[in-house]
């Protein structure tokens, strides 16, 4: 493990330091057409416009001004159906955050 840890880039900061960075383990899913599509799907039925839900208000946050996530609501670690619209939802960046968050801790 120590020698792949090694191989790892290393990658400059603002400050002049280099740090190394963990290498990002996508899952193969994501960059397949049926998920590019399954995404595209699930923002525009949300009107690209984050579904999150507080308070019985919905987060204002939208396209262009904010990055959108396509989010598996029963995520697919969790036995959640990769390309069924019905398992997506349109998040922003925090309620995104928030919620793979509050995920991790239901697990
Ligand atoms: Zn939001």
């Not at 987060?59 to 262009?64: F, H, I, Q, R, V």
């Amino acid at each position: 493990m120590a020698k792949i840890k090694m191989l790892r880039p290393l990658v400059p900061t603002s400050s002049g330091r280099t740090i190394r960075i963990e290498p990002k383990r996508a899952d193969p899913i994501y960059h397949s057409e049926e998920h590019k599509r399954w995404r595209e799907q699930v923002l525009f039925d949300a009107s690209f416009r984050c579904q999150w839900v507080e308070s019985g208000s919905r987060c204002t946050k939208a396209a262009p001004q904010h990055r959108l996530f396509a989010d598996h609501i029963k995520e697919l670690r969790d036995g959640g159906a990769p390309f069924d619209p019905a398992n997506g939802q349109c998040l922003c960046g925090a309620h995104h955050t928030r919620k793979t968050v509050q995920a991790r801790a239901n697990r």
